[in-house]
């Protein structure tokens, strides 16, 4: 038997006019999971939420809710609730009738109502409100009365616009948490939109990295952060080095050739890509290590690189140091190494180094 | 100089000042003085003698006046409701439009401003009159109708004067209102399981009655105090209390009398008034 999802979407298009908002999206996203949307702005993730939630309908493709295709279902018949970005919380209306409003259209009984109002209240944390008007809350109050309004109606999937964008760092910060915290406790599944990817690895379950209308890349933070699929998502999640490269063999054993002319044996090679092509070779800045040139032993270990190159820039960030490497070929690399080695000699600007880094941690991605 | 630098809101006062001692002297001054002449004897030929009564006062709820009064008052809120009626969806219209739309639209509404009211009420009398009317000659000549409707000389044709008149002015602060509104707000009630008449009750009208308060008031006032429309579309038949009180400052000489009306009139229109606002300001918690 097929698994059923939380939300599934197949082969979905939406295009406005000529402009294709979202080009051809598949997902799955499981039952009780918290799943982000992750891109860059205009990259489609808002209109797959809008799509998902009923106010705009898919230009071709099928999307289902827990097995059930929903077809040109209006938002109001959907077992879906939203956060929106800008909470949307309706001004004429106190903090209680706001989280009120679903269970009343949906002719709830007044007392069941005004108990789940309440709970709703205890659950955000904000009983004493009750009676306030959505303009005398603060923003991150406001954004906690929107979460209990969708929320206290028990749907079965909550889709969240961007909800912690108008706050600042810390309250953001401190909302992640709670959210996480939440969405755990209340077990609903989370179908989260952020252009923030600290956001989106340090809360989700699994993550599909959108640009331009396309997924790039589904999995969960680590697998996005450590084995990102192409070169986008290696650009967009984190900081890495792009190596321009010359593929020389793709099996059995990866290798490359730097602008240097040096090999370089990599873990592995993104499909498409064939011998002879110009491809990249991308390492995360603190998969590198510096060596002096004296250091590097006389038997290179198996699948390490060393590559020599000058130090041309040096910036203290706290936990670390970024240093800019310049190899050979005038190819510029960062290697980010953590500030833990109490006397030793830094390294200075114009002094020469060897990059060194182990080829598991080198992916040969299209250009 | 110096001292004026020094005090901001001395600045402020010399600003204000300009258009407080306009309003005193041009607004407030006449009003005071209908106030004093609506209990003043009437001179002979017009003007007023210094001589102190209450006759004006008790004659203007005389049955033959008051009826009148009545009379304006209730064409005046048809004239508010029919407005209402036919301004509501046109504003919503407007503001749902594409925004590059709008400002057309809202200009296309400001055209008929371009031609002098007096014109084109003329010009109604050319569509409605009796027996050469456009609109009665053709049904007449297509055999739709056998004998003219009556379309002209009376509370209809004043109404509809008014209606046409006063349309656009009911329309823009409705227009405002709505296109204030934040959409996403109707998605959320959407979203929350409100079908779309429900999601427009609950939150697009109680979020538009500013507009809809400003509007009526803004309709009511000049219809109820209207004397062209009824001058005119009346036929001299129908008439509101703004032609008699036209009448006796133009025809009857009589100032102190037409005063006593005005006086009245603008009292009812503030109770009127205030009764509406409270009105909507409990429907507006209600809802």
Redesign the interface.
């Known amino acids: 038997m097929t698994e059923t999802y939380a939300v599934e979407l197949q082969d979905v298009v939406k295009q406005f006019g000529d402009v294709v908002a979202v080009n051809h999206v598949s997902l799955q996203i499981r039952d009780g999971e918290f799943f982000s949307l992750l891109g860059p702005s205009g990259c489609g993730k808002t209109t797959t939420l809008r799509m998902i939630?009923?106010?705009e309908m898919p230009t071709s493709g099928a999307l289902y809710i827990h097995g059930e295709r929903q077809g040109y279902r209006?938002?109001?018949k959907r077992p879906?609730?939203?956060v929106?970005?800008?909470y949307?919380?309706?001004?004429?209306m106190t903090v209680a009738e706001n989280i009120a409003?679903?269970m009343e259209?949906?002719k709830t009984p007044k007392d069941e109502v005004k108990r789940r109002v309440a709970e709703a209240l205890a659950m955000v944390r904000l009983s004493n409100m009750a009676n306030r008007k959505p303009k005398q809350l603060s923003g991150g109050q406001q954004q906690r009365i929107a979460l209990a309004?969708?929320l206290v109606?028990r749907p079965k999937v909550l889709l969240l616009d961007e909800p912690l964008g108008a706050l600042d760092l810390k309250l953001r910060k401190a909302m992640q948490i709670e959210l996480k915290a939440l969405q755990e406790e209340v077990g609903i599944t989370f179908v989260y939109v952020t252009h923030d990817q600290e956001e989106a690895l340090t809360m989700s379950d699994r993550i599909a990295v959108m640009s331009n209308g396309i997924v790039h890349q589904v999995g969960d933070p680590e697998t996005i952060y450590e084995h990102p699929a192409d070169r986008f998502v290696a650009d967009f999640i984190g900081e890495t080095n792009f190596i321009p490269v010359k593929v020389i063999s793709i099996s059995p054993e990866i290798v490359v050739a730097l602008g240097t002319g040096e090999k370089v044996t990599a873990g592995w090679v993104e499909e498409g890509i064939a011998v002879g092509d110009q491809a990249v070779l991308s390492i995360r800045p603190e998969k590198m290590d510096l060596l002096e040139p004296g250091e590097v032993p006389a038997t290179p270990a198996e699948n390490v690189a060393y590559v020599k190159g000058n130090v041309t820039h040096l910036v203290y960030v706290g936990t670390d140091t970024r240093h800019t490497v310049a190899l050979g070929d005038g190819t510029k690399v960062v290697v980010r190494l953590q500030n833990i080695y109490i006397g030793e000699e830094p390294w200075e600007i114009g002094e020469e180094a060897v990059v060194t880094w182990n080829a598991a941690h080198a992916r040969v991605l299209k250009e | 100089m110096e001292r004026l630098r020094r005090h901001p809101e001395l600045q402020a006062w010399l600003i204000l000042a300009i258009p407080v001692i306009f309003l005193l002297i041009f607004f407030m001054a006449p009003l005071l003085i209908v106030f004093v002449y609506s209990f003043l004897e009437r001179g002979k030929y017009g003007g007023v003698e210094w001589v102190f009564t209450l006759d004006n006062i008790r004659r203007v709820f005389d049955p033959l006046y008051f009826k009148t009064f009545l009379r304006s008052f209730y064409i005046a809120i048809v004239t508010t409701l029919i407005t209402l009626g036919l301004g509501y969806p046109l504003a919503y219209f407007i503001a749902k439009s594409p925004p590059s739309r709008r400002n057309a639209l809202v200009f296309a509404l400001m055209i008929p401003f371009w031609t002098n009211f007096l014109i084109r009420t003329y010009a109604w009398v050319m569509l409605l009159r009796t027996h050469t009317g456009l609109i009665n000659v053709t049904l007449m000549n297509w055999g739709i109708i056998s004998k003219p409707l009556p379309l002209y000389g009376n509370d209809f044709a004043i109404i509809l004067g008014l209606v046409y008149g006063w349309l656009p002015v009911m329309v823009l602060p409705i227009y405002a209102a709505l296109e204030r509104l934040?959409e996403?707000?109707l998605?959320?009630?959407?979203?929350?399981?409100?079908?779309?008449g429900?999601a427009f009750w609950?939150?697009t009208w109680?979020?538009s009655i500013p507009g809809v308060v400003a509007g009526s008031m803004l309709v009511f006032i000049p219809s109820l105090g209207a004397f062209v429309t009824p001058a005119i579309l009346g036929g001299g038949k129908s008439l509101m209390i703004g032609n008699i009180i036209s009448n006796q400052f133009l025809g009857a000489h009589d100032w102190p009398f037409g005063s006593a009306l005005s006086m009245v009139m603008m009292i009812a229109m503030l109770i009127a008034t205030l009764i509406y606002f409270r009105w909507t300001k409990k429907s507006?918690l209600a809802?």
């Open positions: 939630a009923g106010f209006p938002p109001n879906i609730n939203t929106f970005q800008n949307a919380l309706f001004p004429h409003f679903g259209m949906q309004r969708a109606n | 934040d996403s707000l998605e959320a009630a959407r979203d929350l399981y409100a079908s779309s429900k609950r939150v109680p979020l507006e809802t």
